[in-house]
């Protein structure tokens, strides 16, 4: 999967607003490494997923309120939708920022970032963070050369 792919797969995710018209996210594009986009795909997806399932299950309890008038259930609170303002690396994890949502979504987002820290931004394999200045996170075999000297000569400490 691609950038684009992603992008166009969840165009409700990412759109841009100008003025009072939505367009396609394309302000920054997503800023990370092609090893990210499948928990990026399954962030989107779940995040979708959660307000669209609040929506129909309104407008299921909207449908019972009118054929059965003793029909109590409160419906649920609804979920202004996700707009992506930026996705990129940041000290070596996933930074997704956006607009709407509630703390579940919220919760969804961290634990991807937090995900992130332990896959590797090239390929997807299991990962660990990297580097001494510049942070990164990438498999034994994406890892650059001069961070695998100083592994193993802190190994030897």
Not at 14 to 40: D, N, T
Not at 77 to 103: A, M, S
Request: hydrophobic content about 30%; charged content about 30%; glycine content about 6%.
């Amino acid at each position: 999967m691609t950038s684009k792919e992603l992008i166009e797969k969840f165009p409700l995710i990412f759109q841009v607003r100008k003025g009072r018209e939505l367009e396609p996210f394309a302000m920054f594009g997503i800023e990370c490494r092609s090893g990210w986009l499948p928990l990026l795909n399954t962030l989107c997806y779940q995040i979708q997923s959660y307000i669209d399932y609040r929506k129909e299950a309104n407008e299921r309890i909207e449908q019972n309120k009118k054929k059965y008038p003793n029909y109590d259930q409160t419906p649920y609170e609804l979920i202004p939708q996700v707009v992506v303002t930026q996705v990129k690396e940041k000290y070596g994890t996933l930074r997704f920022y956006y607009d709407g949502g509630d703390e579940t979504i919220d919760g969804m987002v961290r634990m991807a970032e937090a995900m992130s820290a332990i896959t590797c931004e090239v390929c997807g394999d299991l990962g660990k963070m990297r580097g001494r200045h510049w942070f990164y996170t990438a498999c034994d075999e994406h890892t650059r050369p001069e961070d695998k000297k100083s592994e193993t000569d802190e190994s030897l400490l």
